[in-house]
């Protein structure tokens, strides 16, 4: 049988034209395409090096007096000469523009942090009572959503500061809401907020722990759980293991916490924290300390007989130690004022001149402290019990708060505004990703006999999530770019105080680099986190 061999196709008489070759023209695109990019960044970079000369040369002064494209950015060692009201780090007038800006950028992320946590809460709660049955709760979500979605944002922080936070009332007739610990007032609004003692550390300890023991328990009873095909409740048993760790690691670094005192006169027969109690309770003539408020509301005593007789504390301001005896004082309902000193050698003298009854600090400043005071030996230094986190409470005393802290009105403000008007947007997004899960899901979840909120949390939101983590990320890039608009409230974010070093300055290009820098590095960080996130729980395709 003869072989039959493929038949080739006739080959080419000619070479093609290079215009019809594909290959040619590909290259021949390339080409063109850097052609045009080289000549697009020529003439971006003669356009801004002739805005520069137009800028001149002062945009670029050395510190020797010669201008050099190399000292751009060394105004930023120049004295700012600017106050700042809002610092969460140490800041002068005298110091240089690079820490006044360093300043702005904290305030800014200051409340983009604060307000991406407070405002994804909020969204979610809001986007859930959406899908509510209850007619009330699912009208009133919708109406805060339709409000603050459909109403520029500058409007709502005009409103949220002149016609709501100015008109609180004065300092002294502070509104305390659901008698809550909290005070509104046109000072701003003080809240409770925890101190954290030196003993936290070897709390903190039982803490990590806790977790690594609760993580470790969580994986032993899943392999139970797979080889007995019985559910054992992982959650209720991994927190409850967190718990009983947390609670004896809290006792165990109470009990070993030695490091606050007291300093006191010998005269005053004080050598235990209880003996302070005994002591007011005598001045007053009552024989226990929580007969006052009774005395004072029956008339055999008066406010000022009260404040008369109250402790006269000498602390260091923003130390640990008032706190955590401010706090016990409260407890054993012993009245107290304080008075505050920046530095401990000030407070040592106002005790020694007896301006003071107590002197707070820790056993190493008070001993130190003690040694300068004559006759030191007549002054003992009293332990205080120490718990790792004291919880400081806001407290009027003369003109102003102490205690907590203060959110001023400028920060509330935006903070709120942005909050609301961020958190009414993420609601949507929350009842779609909710409304993507299909409903065989719930149906499913129901006959397995779930209740409503291990339905929500157990089914339907771990899949709802797929569907909201990628909108979520736009709305928390809006909410910090969002954040300078504080300007409009006085609020001292980035580009309130890069608008003033702009100013002061003259340097408009190399302020204006920093601050699209700052907010650019701010979006990129927030996309980066949020990104793995959504890859963390995205679906495996096999």
Not at 288 to 308: F, H, K, M, P, R
Not at 473 to 502: F, H
Request: hydrophobic share 50%.
């Amino acid at each position: 049988m003869a072989e039959i061999s493929p038949k080739l196709p006739p080959s080419s008489t000619g070479s093609i034209p290079f215009w019809r070759d594909v290959r040619v023209l590909g290259i021949l695109a390339q080409l063109a395409f850097i052609v045009l990019v080289v000549l697009g960044a020529g003439w971006i970079i003669n356009n801004v090096a002739g805005n520069l000369s137009t800028l001149g040369e002062a945009q670029f002064l050395c510190r020797d007096g010669t201008s050099s494209f190399r000292c751009a950015f060394d105004f930023l060692r120049l004295d700012a000469q600017f106050d700042i009201s809002e610092t969460p780090v140490s800041y002068d007038p005298s110091d240089p523009y690079a820490r006044a800006l360093l300043v702005g950028l904290l305030n800014t992320a200051k409340v983009a942090f604060w307000g991406v946590i407070l405002a994804t809460l909020l969204g979610t709660f809001v986007g859930i009572a959406r899908l509510s049955p209850n007619w009330l709760i699912n009208k009133v979500a919708k109406w805060y959503v339709d409000i603050l979605r459909n109403t520029p944002l500058l409007l709502q922080l005009f409103f949220l500061y002149f016609g709501v936070i100015v008109l609180f009332p004065q300092i002294r007739a502070a509104t305390q809401p659901f008698g809550l610990p909290i005070y509104l007032s046109q000072r701003g609004i003080n809240i409770p907020w925890p101190v954290f003692m030196p003993s936290f550390a070897t709390w903190l300890a039982f803490l990590v722990l806790g977790l690594v023991q609760a993580q470790v328990l969580w994986i032993i009873l899943g392999r139970r759980e797979q080889q007995t095909g019985k559910e054992s409740n992982r959650l209720v048993w991994a927190v409850l293991s967190f718990i009983i760790v947390a609670v004896i690691g809290w006792y165990v670094s109470s009990a070993s916490a030695d490091n606050q005192a007291i300093l006191v006169s010998q005269s005053a027969r004080v050598s235990q924290f209880d003996d302070l109690r005994t002591s007011v309770a005598d001045r007053l003539g009552v024989e226990e300390l929580a007969e006052i408020d009774a005395a004072v509301a029956g008339g055999s005593l008066t406010a000022e007989q009260v404040q008369e007789v109250a402790l006269t504390v000498c602390a260091i301001e923003g130390s640990a130690s008032e706190a955590n005896l401010t706090a016990q004082l409260r407890e054993a309902n012993i009245p107290y004022t304080v008075e505050r000193f920046s530095r401990p050698d000030q407070a040592t003298a106002a005790y020694g001149a007896g301006e003071c009854e107590l002197f707070v600090a820790n056993q190493a400043t008070l001993a130190a402290e003690r040694n300068l005071l004559e006759n030191s030996n007549n002054h003992l230094i009293v332990p205080v019990r120490e718990t790792p986190v004291r919880l400081a409470v806001p407290r009027i005393e003369g003109l102003n708060f102490t205690g907590g802290v203060k959110l001023t009105p400028n920060f509330a403000a935006i903070l709120i505004g942005l909050v609301l008007y961020t958190g009414a947007f993420i609601a949507e997004i929350v009842r779609a990703g909710i409304q993507s899960v299909p409903k065989g899901q719930t149906e499913a979840a129901k006959a397995l006999g779930l209740t409503e909120s291990q339905r929500l949390r157990l089914v339907v939101l771990p899949q709802a999530l797929r569907v909201i983590i990628p909108p979520l990320t736009s709305q928390y890039l809006n909410l910090a770019k969002n954040s300078s608009l504080a300007i409009a409230v006085g609020y001292d974010d980035l580009w309130r105080i890069s608008y003033t070093t702009l100013n002061q300055s003259g340097r408009v290009l190399q302020v204006f680099l920093f601050v699209m820098g700052a907010y650019l590095s701010l979006s990129l960080l927030i996309s980066a986190l949020l990104n793995w996130y959504n890859r963390r729980i995205a679906l495996v395709e096999r």
